[in-house]
Structure formats: structure tokens, C-alpha cells
Nanobody, 120 residues
């Protein structure tokens, strides 16, 4: 079993900043990709940003230049720095981790979600 613990969500005014973090722990042999997705009310879950094992990154066009994703492999933790936040960034943000377990099976797990609300 692997546990994903997210933190850092909250309420912020437009133009403000927040940092999300997601720590993975448990029966992990190797973490491949880590990322953040979000789901706004009435909308489908969408990709925000991902970072691969080689630290390559991918961002949604809507957040490029404002959000930065990185990972600390010593802590099995992924971070998302969100700057210049807009009301349309309001959503529940979910951490996603793709990893190989100690049983050598591959898994794709989700965190419980953290609410980000940006007021205008």
C-alpha cells in the first residue's frame, strides 16, 4: 500500500500564490511520473502539470509561465508552486503518482484532493 498526503491548498486572492505538496510513502520500488490534476465543479478532471523520473516537465497551456512543478526524490514528494493565481484556477487539485511497487507491479494512484479557491 502507498499513501499520498497532500497539503497546501486554501483560499487566496487573485494574483496571489500557493504551494501544494504531495508526499508518497509505502511499498514503493521506484516512482516514475508525478503530477497534479484539477477538477472544477461541473467539469472533467484535467492535467495541470507533470514531472517525469528524468525531471522532464509538462504543463497545461493555461498554467504555463505561472505554475512550476518539481520533485524531491529523496522525499518522494512533488510540489506545485502556483503564482499569479486567477479565479479560474479554483478547483480541487489532485496529486497523481505512477510508480512500481516493491512487488514489481505498476500502479497509478491518486491523492485525496486539496481545495484551491481563488477569489476575485
Amino acid at each position: 500500500q502507498v499513501q499520498l498526503v497532500e497539503s497546501g491548498g486554501g483560499l487566496v486572492q487573485a494574483g496571489g500564490s500557493l504551494r501544494l505538496s504531495c508526499a508518497a510513502s509505502g511499498s514503493i520500488f521506484k516512482i516514475n511520473a508525478m503530477g497534479w490534476y484539477r477538477q472544477a465543479p461541473g467539469k472533467q478532471r484535467e492535467l495541470v502539470a507533470t514531472v517525469g523520473s528524468g525531471r522532464s516537465t509538462n504543463y497545461a497551456d493555461s498554467v504555463k509561465g505561472r505554475f512550476t512543478i518539481w520533485r524531491d526524490n529523496t522525499k518522494n514528494t512533488v510540489y506545485l508552486q502556483m503564482n499569479s493565481l486567477k479565479p479560474e484556477d479554483t478547483a480541487v487539485y489532485y496529486c497523481n503518482v505512477k510508480y512500481r511497487g516493491t512487488n514489481f507491479y505498476d500502479y497509478d494512484d491518486w491523492g485525496q484532493g486539496t481545495q484551491v479557491t481563488v477569489s476575485s
